[in-house]
Structures are given as C-alpha cells and as structure tokens.
C-alpha cells in the first residue's frame, strides 16, 4: 500500500498537484515547489524539502477567527482611549439609583481647524432618569471635566492631558437637562429616620459658562456661572410616599416652590497626586465658594464654603496605600432664607458613609472623614478596607467629631494604569449591609 | 534503535503521508546541514494582522507547554540552527569587527538630510507617537522620537538593541540614530494623519506642531529620532510565537520549537526586551509583484529593551513579573499587601537615556517576558545553551562599541549600560553554562580531536578534567561498541583511536566542582572520506 501511494507521489506531475485546498482563494495557491518529484533520499536537505512539498499540498489562508478579528478592531480603533470623535455610544452613570444608563455622544473636537470643541450626549436610564447635555468651546482635549457638580458638591477637577502648546487654560459653554424621577428624601437633620424615607422627581436645566486655567501641575482655579432652574415634583418610585406628601416647606425648604437661580461656584485646587485618578502618593486640596441667588424673591439665597483634602500615603512600597479623605462644607443662608433641600450636601451611598443608602442624610452642613487601606493584589486588582464617619448638621457649633455616623467595609477595585475602572464596595453600618457597584474611585 | 527526536519527526510525517519509511539512519550524508533552504518560491501568503489582546489570552491561558517538551525541530546534528528565513548566523558562528557590529544591519546612512523629508502619513496616538516620510531619495523611512522627558531614552536603546539582534542573528530592520530638523519637515501632499479613534484624516501643520510638541528637543532645537527604513518586500503581518503559518510551504517547523525563537529568551534577558511578542515582529514577502517569494521573518521595535520602556522608563515590574501571575497576585492578595514584591525595592541609578536597567537583582531563568511567550516557556537547557554560547562572544570592546551607537550625551551613562550588560552576560553565561557539560567547539586536528570548555572561560570552576570512552557507532543500528577503554585527561585534546570504523562516537564527561558537568557529551565523528565531526548530543 505505502509503495502504490509513494509511486502515486513521485509520479503525480508536480504543476498539477493540488495547491490548496477545495475552495481557498487564489492568492494563497502554492507554486509546485521541489523542482523535480521527491524522492526518498538520504539528504536531510532533501527531506526537509519534502516536507514542504508536503506541506504546500494542504495550504489554508491564515485567516483569524471571528474573535479576533473583534479584537483587532477594537485596538486598532483604540477603543479603550475616551478621546472618541463623532458620534459613538455611550455607557453613563446619572447618579445613584439611577439603573443603567446607555446612551450616545457626539465629539468633535477643534472644529474646522480651530481650537473650539462642541460636544453634546444623551443618556435615558431604566428607570426612567435622563440627562442631556451640550458644551461648545475650548473643553481640554480628552473631553470636559467633571467640575463643580450641580449638586454644588465640590467635584475634583480631573485635567487630562493639557493641550498642545502649552495652553492650560478652557472655557466654553455648557447647557444641561437633567430630569431624576426617584431622588430619595428621609428628612433634615441628623435624626432623619430611614423608615421616612420617601422620593421626588427633580428636573434641573442650567445655563453655565464654565472657565478654568491650570497655572501649573499643581495649581488650578475655575468658576463655573450662569443659571440654573429646578423643579420638584413627586416621584415616581411606588415604593415609597411622595416627598411633597410627607414633608411641608417647613421641614423641606424649597418643597413648595420651584427654584429659579443664578449661580456662581469658584474653585482653586492644589493638586499634587501621581496619578490623577488612580493615585497612589501625594493628594489634592481644593477650596470652593459657590453663591445661589434666587432670580425671583430671596428665600432661598445662600453661600456655601467647601474644603475637600485626599491625602495618598503609601505604607513602605505603592502596593499598599492608606488613603484619606476629610471634606467639610458650610451653607450660610442670607437672612429669612433656607437653603433648598434639593441643593443640601448629602450622607450616604458609593462615596460616602458606604454602609448606608444614598442620600441618607442632609442638612446645610457636613462633617466627613475616611479612610482606606488599600492594597493591590495586582496593578489592575486593587483590594480596600475602609472606615467612613461624617455627620450633618445645622448649628456651625456642632461642628465637632461627636455624633458622627459611621460605617466600615470592604472593597474590590478594577484599575488600568491610568484609573480605577470598576468599583465594588460591601459597607456595614447601624442600618445593617449595603453594596454599591461603582465606576471610578471612592476618593 | 534509537532515533533522534528530528528525525523521529520526519519519519512520523512521511509516515502519516502515506511515504515509505527511508533508511534509517542516525546521520545523513549532507550533515551537518548549515542552510535551511526555506525560501523557496511560494505564492504571496495571507496578509493579515494580530491582536495583541488574543495573543496576550492565548499566550498566557491556551499555548503553555503541557508534558515533556519536544527538543528543537530545527537544529543540526550539531545543535546548531542552521541559516534560514528566521535567523543567519552571525556571531556565533564567526568573528565579527567592531566596526562590523556597530553597523549593524544598516547597508545605508539613514535618511539623506540633504534636502526637506516628506511626510507621507502620521499617527497622533499610540505608544509612540511618529511620522513615516520619504526623503530625498525617496526611500521611506519610519521616525520616532523620545517622549518629551525622557531625552534619548527610546531613540539611543532602540539602536543599540537593533545592532545586538543583529549581531545575534536575526532579521532587523536597518534603524538609524537621526537628527530631524523641524523646518526641514515637509507634510506632503495627501498625507494623513490616523487619530485616536483610527481615522484617517487629511494631515495638517497643527498635526506636526502636537507631535513635535510631545517629544524631547536637544537645546539647538533638534529632536534625536529613530529613522527606521521600510523593509523590502510586501508586509503580511506578524509572525507568531506558536504553531506555523498555514499558508507558507516553507514553514513546517511550529514557532515554538524553533530553536532561534526558544532561545530569543536568553537575549531577551540579557538586553531585557520583555516587549518580545507577537506584535513586534514582522513577515515581509520577497518577490516579485504578483509572482513568486518566500517569507523573511523580522523581529521589530526595540524601544522596551535596556532600561527604557518606549514613552518612559520601563515599569518596575518589567523583567520580573508577567502581566498576570496568579502567584504574586494569591499572595499580595491574600496578605493584604503585607507580602510584597521584591522588584519594588530595586534601586535604580538617575542617569539620563539609562531608564530602569540593572543587573544586581537580574536573575537570568527567572526573568519574564510582559506575558508568557510559547517559544520561550519551551525552551529547554540546550536551547538556552545555544544562546548563552552567542552572548558569551561578546567582548567587552564589542559592547562598548555597540554602545556607543548609541550616541548617549553622556559619558556616565554610556559606561553604566557598559558595566551592566556585562554584568548580566557573566550571570546568564554561568548560569546556563553550568546546567549541562558545556563542551564545545569540537574540531579534528589530525589524529586529535580538539574543544574547548566555555565553562572554564566564564570562571565556573577553574580546572576540569576529562573521561572519555571512545565507542565505534553504527550509523544505521545505532549501536555503539567500545573500542579502547575509558581514558581521562587534562587537556582538551583527546587522541582519536585508530580504527577502520567509518563511524566514531566519543562521549566525555567533565570532572570539575559542577556536577551537571558530569553529564555526557556524544560526539560522532565521520571516520572516513574526509574525517569531520557530526554530531553533537549534549545530556540534559
């Protein structure tokens, strides 16, 4: 059998043997290669041509699978950088309760040539909550920043890279629809109780322009001015009761009448992290003062006063950091005006007081201090304990480390080099567990 | 019988085609063979790329050796890797000048500064940002720069780290060490630009200016780059690490039993190219347009080689520790952070265009790739003895003059990557030269048969003496018969018995304070028409 098959071999005309198999395309055809019929021979030379006579008998293109064709795609469109342009989809968190929330963006930078930007996105969550939202201007090359929140939480300005040049400067125009159908509400105060809680509706549209300059790496100011427009309505979680139906103007400012504002907020930051979203030595300080001025009547015009201090320590090598975090903010209402609930500094959720829900606790002022110990398994799997205490009140004599509220927990982090990805913190406090699954870092 | 492991290999595949099994025989009459002729005319192969995330996934979860692992395919009786599309042997087989290896691959002198280069196309993004231009005598070139705090860092270690692999014998692509001036920068007509999203978008001088803006500019304005000229031939992708190319007849060895691809793990280490994956290589097809070629196959990008990591020094983890390493993570983990990694700790010298580059902590078989490479997870002490015998050739005066290709500014630099390349030769060559008896460089000098102890060279031990048993061989049985009786001797000559045998087969065993040395080495010698050695069995 193997002398027929052999004759078969060397009597088979080389041009004519098959080049590749039934149905591949041309171009991977193979040339007869041996010049004459293989022979059995005692040249290692020669069998090794053999085998290739062999080999180009059964030739395949090399083509990849379907999944790796996926995958080149994806890096060659450099998916994982944020700096996209056009149109693209868009994954968005619209804050707490909020559910998942796709939706698309448009950017374009450096519109014909300038050194404008226009972005614009929108987003519509599960449950109901949307946000739409347009900036035009010099916006920083890898998209706008988070700034001050319109929350008028002090946000951290996260810089990216700066633009070419040298410039360190941006400002543009930012207009914004918010609408949020189950912000949750337990009540004022320090003695709120969670059997209270109940949820409103908050629409928001602002109007701003927004401008900062980065005096070097580590000195940044920006202000953000323009108007903003809230209304409450009642809620749509069935769940609970209607704030309006639960709490009057008295123990809800700001519950009965829709607030029209013009708003200014400054911020100055001293910024001396490593890395600006996934630090591991120095910190961030940043001092902010926002004003609230009601454009119709005065009732619920008011001053703010934040300060925010992240410090990072490593503990003898970057794998294991001891983070800390102390931030305190001071609402000072002009004279026969409230600060509105709906604009009140907030306890509670994924970023503060972990072992309790969001929102859990409000008032005018805020006292909050953590700290974690973290620790990286590997660069990208980051492990955290942590220890969160903070109080509201609304005398400024109470501001004191008595009385706080405290909550303690465990933490798992997803990180690239360059930033905390995924977030899954467990945190236990007198209200029993709570879990918050997260993007981006705690602090 | 016993057979060899390649030709094992090829009987089975002759076997399974249906071919009559030939002759068996240990040594055939062209060994030992120092010529793959694997380039053979083919048609233009598949042009395709390769992720690197797939090649990271397979590398580190689906191509790890399992079992015993197969010796090299494609070696010589001797344990040699015969000249090929993969590899030409260069140092390791013949002496080379000093000026011979600080040339390097390079036929040119890089791109004619004569007149403006012209821009052809540009990325904006990517590890390193660069052009490609064409210059005034149309040759194109592929530049690159150091990222702009990091002055000669990439552009001075991705030559010197061109000029070794060269030298080790590899394909390289002729990289040269250039001054770009920016008003001789022309963006030519339809140049584009890829942004960060991979579109392809008409080039514009705002373009250049972000750039140009990124990269590190000498105090005259100048800007040190890598000019990189474009291969010959049609590129068609990557080469990998595993298996072959299903579309190219001459490439019927799997990648990873190559022996120059195992072996790329020892000079990996030494010059700490942990970056040596898939993606920096490169297949081109040589021939003619539309007719027949054969493959050549590239290793490209040494920018994270030597203490630079292309846009910044290399990591810390580089070298020591793969991108995922369920040990270290377990352990981190599940200490809380109390057990650490020792590279953290290693201190590194500031000297400018040196990065983290050191030999005190180096370990040579425990250094690591960024993830698992399939030709190197395979690499057994034989393979690894092929390398550590080409690094061993390198002088002092031979890597100074590599070195100096460089052109780093400044001297202390120059003389730190000096000390620590050879610092880091001494510990690879006794380490692997001290797993296997290293004899070598066996030859016939009359009625004598000559070698050398490489082992004695690198200071293992500082004499050694020799038994040896001479045996008649037969070439088709493979059984050997004694002929005379065991012998020792001090010297590295050993007189060769008089015999009518047309087969001979020494084996010598190394007395010396390392015990692996006392592993055999067989050693076959034709004894007629023309004595030469054949073969070499080196026990693992």
């Known amino acids: 059998m193997h002398c027929l098959l052999w004759a078969a071999l060397i009597l088979a005309p080389i041009s004519s043997a098959p080049s590749s198999t039934a149905g591949d395309p041309p171009t991977v055809r193979q040339r007869a290669e041996p010049d004459a019929a293989p022979e059995p021979t005692d040249s290692r030379a020669e069998r090794w041509r053999l085998r290739r006579w062999e080999k180009s008998r059964h030739l395949r293109p090399d083509l990849l699978s379907g999944v790796e064709r996926g995958f080149l795609w994806l890096e060659q469109t450099n998916f994982l950088e944020i700096n996209y342009r056009g149109f693209y989809p868009r994954y968005s968190s619209l804050g707490p309760g909020a559910g998942s929330a796709p939706g698309v963006r448009y950017w374009k930078p450096d519109l014909r040539g300038s050194k404008l930007d226009f972005q614009s996105s929108a987003a519509i969550s599960t449950r109901g909550y949307q946000e739409y939202d347009l900036q035009f201007g010099r916006i920083i090359l890898t998209g706008p920043p988070p700034f001050l929140e319109p929350s008028g939480n002090v946000g951290i300005s996260q810089y990216g890279d700066s633009a070419p040049g040298g410039e360190r400067f941006f400002v543009y125009g930012d207009v914004t629809y918010r609408s949020l159908p189950q912000e ?199 492990f955290a304990l942590f220890y969160d205490a903070g109080k509201v009140f609304s005398d400024r004599s109470e501001f004191d480390l008595t009385g706080l509220r405290k909550s303690w927990g465990f933490g798992v982090r997803l990180k690239t080099t360059r930033a905390v990805v995924l977030r899954l913190d467990a945190g236990w406090s007198e209200e029993g567990p709570r879990t918050y699954l997260s993007f981006g870092p705690s602090f | 019988m016993r057979l060899s492991p390649p030709v094992t290999v090829v009987m089975i595949a002759l076997l399974l085609a249906g071919v009559p099994p030939l002759p068996a025989q240990r040594f055939l009459r062209d060994d030992p063979l120092w010529t793959d002729q694997d380039r053979l005319p083919t048609d233009l192969p598949h042009v395709r790329d390769l992720s690197a995330v797939v090649d990271f996934f397979q590398s580190t979860f689906v191509n790890r050796p399992e079992g015993e692992i197969a010796p090299a395919e494609n070696v010589n009786t001797l344990g040699e890797v015969p000249d090929s599309s993969w590899f030409t042997n260069r140092i390791g087989r013949r002496s080379m000048t000093l000026d011979e290896l600080a040339r390097g691959p390079n036929q040119r002198t890089g791109p004619d500064a004569s007149g403006p280069w012209t821009i052809v196309r540009a990325k904006s993004q990517g590890v390193s940002p660069g052009f490609t231009i064409q210059d005034a005598r149309k040759d194109t070139y592929f530049i690159k720069f150091d990222p702009r705090e990091y002055p000669q860092l990439a552009t001075s270690t991705e030559v010197i780290a061109t000029k070794f692999f060269y030298a080790f014998g590899y394909h390289v692509p002729e990289n040269f060490l250039t001054l770009v001036r920016p008003q001789s920068l022309r963006i030519g007509d339809g140049a584009q630009i890829t942004d960060a999203l991979g579109k392809k978008r008409r080039m514009m001088a705002k373009d250049l200016d972000e750039i140009l803006y990124k990269v590190a500019r000498r105090p005259d304005g100048q800007i040190q780059a890598i000019a990189s000229l474009a291969l010959p031939g049609k590129p068609l992708g990557p080469f990998r690490y595993h298996g072959t190319r299903p579309d190219d007849a001459n490439d019927i060895f799997p990648h990873e039993n190559r022996r120059e691809l195992r072996g790329l793990r020892v000079f990996a280490a030494w010059l700490n190219h942990d970056d040596a994956r898939s993606i920096n290589s490169l297949d081109v097809f040589l021939g003619e347009e539309g007719g027949a070629g054969h493959v050549l196959h590239h290793l490209i990008d040494f920018g994270s080689c030597l ?163 001479w045996f008649a061989f037969d070439n088709r049985s493979e059984v050997i018969r004694p002929v005379g009786s065991n012998a020792s001797s001090l010297e590295t000559t050993l007189p060769i018995p008089r015999s009518s045998e047309e087969w001979l087969m020494v084996e010598i065993r190394t007395r010396a304070r390392l015990a692996a040395w006392a592993k055999p080495v067989q050693v076959f010698l034709r004894n007629r028409s023309g004595s030469k050695v054949v073969g070499i069995e080196r026990e693992e």
């Open chain 1, 184 to 382: 949750d509400f337990y009540g004022i105060g320090p003695d709120s109780r969670e059997t209270d809680r109940t949820d409103y509706k908050l629409r928001d549209s602002t109007l701003d322009l927004v401008a900062g300059v980065e005096f070097n790496r580590t000195f940044s100011a920006a202000v953000r001015v323009g108007l903003l427009d809230v209304n409450t309505s009642p809620g749509t979680d069935e769940r609970f009761p209607a704030t309006q139906e639960a709490f009057s103007e008295e123990t809800a400012p700001g519950i009965t009448r829709q607030g029209d504002y013009v708003r200014l907020n400054t911020a100055f930051f001293v910024d001396f992290r490593d890395r600006l979203r996934n630090p591991h030595r120095g910190g961030i300080l940043s001092f902010s003062f926002s004003r609230y001025d009601e454009r119709t009547g005065g009732a619920l015009d008011f001053n703010r006063f934040a300060f925010d201090a992240r410090h990072y320590q490593p503990l003898g090598s970057v794998q294991r950091v001891l983070a800390l975090h102390f931030f305190t903010s001071v609402d000072d209402a002009d004279r026969n005006a409230s600060v509105p609930f709906y604009l009140q500094n907030t306890l509670g959720g994924s970023e503060t007081l972990r072992g309790f829900r969001h929102f859990r606790f409000r008032d005018v002022n805020i006292l909050y201090l953590s700290a974690e110990y973290r620790w990286e398994a590997a660069p990208a799997l980051e």
């Open chain 2, 307 to 469: 203490g630079s990591g292309s846009i910044k020094p290399q990591s810390r983890r580089a070298g020591y520790e793969y991108m995922l390493e369920w040990t270290p993570i377990i352990r981190a983990g599940s200490t809380m952070g109390v057990w650490d990694r020792a590279w953290r700790d290693i201190p590194y010298p500031d000297l400018p265009g040196v990065g983290r580059f050191e030999a005190d902590f180096f370990q040579p078989r425990e250094w690591k790739p960024e993830y698992p490479n399939p030709a190197f997870d395979r690499m057994r002490p034989n393979d690894a003895f092929w390398a550590a015998r080409i690094v061993q050739r390198f002088t002092r005066p031979m890597i100074e003059a590599i070195v100096r290709t460089g052109q780093l500014s400044h001297p202390s630099s120059e003389r730190y990557l000096v000390k620590t390349l050879l610092e880091r030769q001494r510990k690879i060559v006794q380490y692997y030269l001290a797993q296997l008896n290293p004899l070598d460089q066996f030859h016939l000098d009359g009625s004598m048969l000559r070698f050398q102890n490489p082992g004695l060279e690198a200071g293992l031990a500082d004499s050694a003496s020799y038994e040896y048993q």
